[in-house]
């Protein structure tokens, strides 16, 4: 019997589909919104058995399907389960949020330390600045490794956008300057994550939409 897994983050909506433990297939789109649309678009391209059970989790609207709910720690215990992981914490990098998880010996979540509420450094503003700048997402990782890293005002979103702007209209930075300014951002909030949750080694284990920007996961590892 198939089985599929929805989560429902502040940007996109993923679905899974397993049978007898293989898994048959995967996608993630964004939803802006629109999350039953986003959810029929899947389908439409990837038709499930009649009967087959699904679970839902996610941040935003999973009590919008009528199946089966859970919290997303959960699911993370589950997968590193049966994936036979074994880690001391995960970072869990959205669009919205920034939450570490820390593990322990036997795999379970026993603290959680979650992200700001201030915009900056997430993904969604992080996508924000791009499409300013009249980019997408799929351009970031042709980003080349030497454009500069630009100390920008952290304190809150507007500061953050304003120094991005001030900085292209003046010619002081280019596209791919910000884009890799930002993202050493990030990196700088998730390592300043791990030292409040206490992990100065052993091995994290990175989930979210964010890790698809090698940069981010290459800035991490640099400062870990």
Same mark, same amino acid.
């Given at each position: &019997?198939?089985? #599929?897994?929805?989560?429902?983050?502040?940007?996109?909506l993923k679905m899974a589909c397993v049978s007898d433990g293989k898994l048959l297939w995967a996608e993630? %789109?964004?939803? @802006?919104?629109?999350? +039953?649309? =986003?959810?029929?678009?899947?389908?439409?391209?990837?038709?499930? @058995?009649?009967?087959?059970?699904?679970?839902?989790?996610?941040?935003?609207?999973?009590?919008?399907?009528?199946?089966?709910?859970?919290?997303?720690?959960?699911?993370?215990?589950?997968?590193?389960?049966?994936?036979?992981?074994?880690?001391?914490?995960?970072?869990?990098?959205?669009?919205?949020?920034?939450?570490?998880?820390?593990?322990?010996?036997?795999?379970?979540? %026993?603290?959680?330390?979650?992200?700001?509420?201030?915009?900056?450094?997430?993904? @969604?503003? !992080?996508?924000?600045?791009?499409?300013? &700048?009249? &980019?997408?997402?799929?351009?970031?990782?042709?980003?080349?490794?030497? =454009?500069?890293?630009?100390?920008?005002?952290?304190?809150?979103? #507007? !500061? &953050?956008?304003?120094?991005?702007? +001030?900085?292209?209209?003046?010619?002081?930075?280019?596209?791919?300057?910000?884009?890799?300014?930002?993202?050493?951002?990030?990196?700088?909030?998730?390592?300043?994550?791990?030292?409040?949750?206490?992990?100065?080694?052993?091995?994290?284990?990175? #989930?979210?939409? %964010?890790?698809?920007?090698? +940069?981010?996961?290459? !800035? %991490?590892? @640099?400062?870990?």
């Open positions: &019997m198939q089985s #599929v897994g929805i989560n429902i983050g502040s940007s996109s993630s %789109i964004p939803h @802006e919104g629109n999350f +039953h649309e =986003a959810a029929e678009k899947i389908l439409s391209a990837h038709p499930i @058995e009649s009967g087959a059970k699904a679970l839902a989790t996610g941040t935003e609207g999973r009590f919008l399907f009528s199946v089966n709910k859970t919290v997303e720690p959960l699911c993370i215990e589950e997968a590193l389960r049966r994936l036979n992981l074994k880690a001391d914490a995960i970072v869990s990098l959205g669009g919205e949020d920034l939450v570490v998880y820390t593990l322990s010996d036997e795999g379970r979540i %026993i603290n959680n330390f979650s992200g700001s509420k201030c915009a900056s450094g997430t993904g @969604e503003f !992080f996508k924000q600045q791009l499409a300013r &700048m009249d &980019m997408k997402l799929e351009d970031v990782n042709s980003v080349p490794d030497t =454009a500069k890293i630009l100390e920008l005002s952290t304190r809150c979103s #507007v !500061f &953050m956008k304003s120094d991005c702007t +001030h900085r292209l209209n003046k010619g002081e930075a280019t596209k791919e300057d910000i884009v890799l300014s930002l993202s050493n951002v990030m990196a700088v909030k998730v390592i300043d994550f791990l030292k409040k949750a206490r992990i100065s080694k052993g091995k994290v284990i990175l #989930v979210g939409g %964010i890790t698809r920007n090698r +940069h981010i996961i290459r !800035f %991490i590892k @640099e400062k870990a």
